[in-house]
């Protein structure tokens, strides 16, 4: 191999026999391409101007490292950028710095949770973290967690349990309660479980959005009569929509005295449980059977970063457990892939480790609080003679012009979507109960003050006469 050649070559895997200087190197050029994309952002847009990324395929030889830097520097700048300061469209804020770091460890460890033998101290962090953030939740020390690989996942873990504990895992009457506000991944879940759309209970929500008691009360009773068997009750705490938490006591309560699972699909707000916040200090999340937390979604943990906490362990255990035939399985042994749906997985655990210890319980504080006075000053400014707003206690809020009928109003959100796309905001327009809407998330750390006080002004003036 001629000289020149060989200085761009890496080995295929990192070396065992010299200083790696050359994956040093790879490394160093990789983190500079991404940090000046960081750097730079202000100059770039929510979503990139420049549309021509072309994905190069495979071939024969390979491509020298020359090569893979362009297509990572490609790859990079056609990227949607969640640090730009108008990213307020969706619940994916800008990477948490440490957190970067924890990917890349995860991948140079490439170790697997399935198996302790195979994520020997991983393995352990995975669960001491879930022990804590359980703890913090108020539960006893039955109780532990899992991750996966998103709220998805971790919902449909929660529900796989909650089903296979009732003893209700084969039985076609076998139902779920949520709201008509709740996230679609349970419709997901049900199609994966088996279950039909008319045994995913639908319970109507009140003018904040939050699920409404007495309707629930007579759905219980409705679905009674009509011999289906509720093996779990799903509360949201913070809907993607507009972040309104479901009535935790009232339904907890009711769970309670029918033995039915509560979870609480806490994948936006669940996070303020590890926080000093005063946000969900009145509700007794630790009378829930489990819950879900995305610390990918309000603390910027890269993604994914998603957690099950359930009230006993044992549970999970009882529920997934097959017996590993090719591991070493006994008691003592902490295989992790036998706590949840998923085999192999990463060391995800790492990046919400470092960035929980990074942060300290007063780090967390800050970015949640901030996050909501965020959202607290937009919805102080924006004219509530023109606008119509619709927000819970968190950092989502979601709006229509005032006495627009429905066509002009779908209309109106659509070119007011993309005219602030053009000046570099993107928000989203969300369908809600028959009408889009417009809905800002205001978790984006880069966003200033002077950024909402623009868009505000420039919304307000979008309805002048
Ligand atoms: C985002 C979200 C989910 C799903 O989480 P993913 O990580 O996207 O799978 C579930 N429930 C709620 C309320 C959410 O906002």
């Given at each position: 191999?001629?000289?020149?050649?060989?200085?761009?070559?890496?080995?295929?895997?990192?070396?065992?026999?010299?200083?790696?200087?050359?994956?040093?190197?790879?490394?160093?050029?990789?983190?500079?391409?991404?940090?000046?994309?960081?750097?730079?952002?202000?100059?770039?847009?929510?979503?990139?101007?420049?549309?021509?990324?072309?994905?190069?395929?495979?071939?024969?030889?390979?491509?020298?490292?020359?090569?893979?830097?362009?297509?990572?520097?490609?790859?990079?700048?056609?990227?949607?950028?969640?640090?730009?300061?108008?990213?307020l469209?969706?619940?994916?804020?800008?990477?948490?710095?440490?957190?970067?770091?924890?990917?890349?460890?995860?991948?140079?460890?490439?170790?697997?949770?399935?198996?302790?033998?195979?994520?020997?101290?991983?393995?352990?962090?995975?669960?001491?973290?879930?022990?804590?953030?359980?703890?913090?939740?108020?539960?006893?020390?039955?109780?532990?967690?899992?991750?996966?690989?998103?709220?998805?996942?971790?919902?449909?873990?929660?529900?796989?349990?909650?089903?296979?504990?009732?003893?209700?895992?084969?039985?076609?009457?076998?139902?779920?309660?949520?709201?008509?506000?709740?996230?679609?991944?349970?419709?997901?879940?049900?199609?994966?479980?088996?279950?039909?759309?008319?045994?995913?209970?639908?319970?109507?929500?009140?003018?904040?959005?939050?699920?409404?008691?007495?309707?629930?009360?007579?759905?219980?009773?409705?679905?009674?009569?009509?011999?289906?068997?509720?093996?779990?009750?799903?509360?949201?705490?913070?809907?993607?929509?507009?972040g309104?938490?479901?009535?935790?006591?009232?339904?907890?309560?009711?769970?309670?005295?029918?033995?039915?699972?509560?979870?609480?699909?806490?994948?936006?707000?669940?996070?303020f449980?590890?926080s000093?916040n005063s946000l969900?200090?009145?509700?007794?999340?630790?009378?829930?059977?489990?819950?879900?937390?995305?610390?990918?979604?309000l603390?910027?943990?890269?993604?994914?970063?998603?957690?099950?906490?359930?009230?006993?362990?044992?549970?999970?255990?009882?529920?997934?457990?097959?017996?590993?035939?090719?591991?070493?399985?006994?008691?003592?042994?902490?295989?992790?892939?036998?706590?949840?749906?998923?085999?192999?997985?990463?060391?995800?655990?790492?990046?919400?480790?470092?960035?929980?210890?990074?942060?300290?319980?007063?780090?967390?504080d800050n970015i949640l609080e901030e996050t909501i006075s965020k959202k607290s000053f937009f919805e102080e400014i924006?004219?509530?003679?023109?606008?119509?707003?619709?927000t819970g206690p968190l950092h989502i809020i979601?709006?229509?012009?005032?006495?627009?009928?429905?066509?002009?109003?779908?209309?109106?959100?659509?070119?007011?979507?993309?005219?602030?796309?053009?000046?570099?905001?993107?928000?989203?327009?969300?369908?809600?109960?028959?009408?889009?809407?417009?809905?800002i998330v205001f978790g984006n750390y880069n966003t200033s003050e002077s950024d909402i006080r623009?868009?505000a002004?420039?919304?307000?003036?979008?309805?002048?006469?």
């Open positions: 191999m001629d000289n020149d050649l060989k200085k761009n070559k890496i080995d295929y895997f990192p070396s065992i026999s010299s200083d790696n200087k050359e994956l040093f190197s790879l490394l160093n050029r990789t983190s500079k391409i991404l940090c000046e994309w960081f750097s730079e952002t202000k100059s770039l847009s929510p979503l990139p101007s420049n549309k021509d990324f072309k994905c190069s395929i495979p071939n024969e030889s390979g491509c020298d490292i020359k090569l893979l830097l362009e297509d990572i520097h490609n790859l990079i700048y056609c990227s949607f950028n969640p640090s730009h300061p108008g990213s469209a969706h619940l994916d804020p800008p990477p948490l710095a440490i957190s970067i770091v924890g990917d890349l460890i995860s991948g140079g460890l490439n170790n697997n949770l399935l198996a302790e033998e195979l994520s020997p101290c991983i393995s352990i962090v995975e669960k001491e973290i879930c022990n804590w953030i359980a703890n913090q939740i108020g539960f006893n020390n039955l109780s532990g967690g899992i991750a996966a690989s998103g709220g998805t996942l971790n919902n449909l873990n929660a529900l796989v349990t909650a089903r296979f504990i009732s003893g209700l895992e084969s039985d076609p009457n076998a139902c779920f309660v949520i709201s008509e506000d709740a996230h679609s991944s349970f419709k997901k879940c049900a199609r994966i479980l088996g279950i039909k759309q008319e045994n995913i209970i639908l319970v109507k929500t009140d003018n904040n959005g939050c699920m409404f008691i007495p309707s629930l009360i007579q759905e219980i009773d409705k679905a009674k009569n009509l011999g289906k068997k509720i093996f779990s009750i799903i509360a949201t705490l913070g809907t993607t929509i507009r309104a938490i479901d009535p935790v006591n009232e339904i907890a309560q009711i769970c309670r005295e029918k033995n039915i699972w509560f979870h609480i699909d806490g994948s936006i707000g669940g996070i449980s590890i000093n969900l200090e009145k509700l007794n999340i630790n009378v829930a059977n489990s819950i879900t937390i995305n610390p990918q979604k603390l910027g943990i890269a993604k994914t970063s998603s957690l099950l906490l359930v009230s006993d362990i044992s549970n999970l255990k009882r529920t997934f457990y097959t017996g590993l035939p090719y591991v070493d399985s006994s008691n003592e042994i902490l295989n992790r892939g036998e706590l949840g749906i998923q085999g192999s997985r990463p060391s995800e655990i790492i990046k919400l480790w470092l960035g929980l210890r990074y942060l300290g319980t007063k780090g967390i924006l004219d509530n003679n023109k606008f119509d707003t619709f979601t709006f229509i012009p005032k006495n627009m009928n429905k066509e002009n109003s779908d209309q109106w959100t659509l070119k007011v979507k993309n005219s602030l796309l053009r000046n570099k905001i993107m928000i989203s327009r969300p369908f809600y109960k028959g009408r889009y809407l417009l809905r623009e868009m002004d420039f919304l307000n003036k979008q309805l002048e006469k």
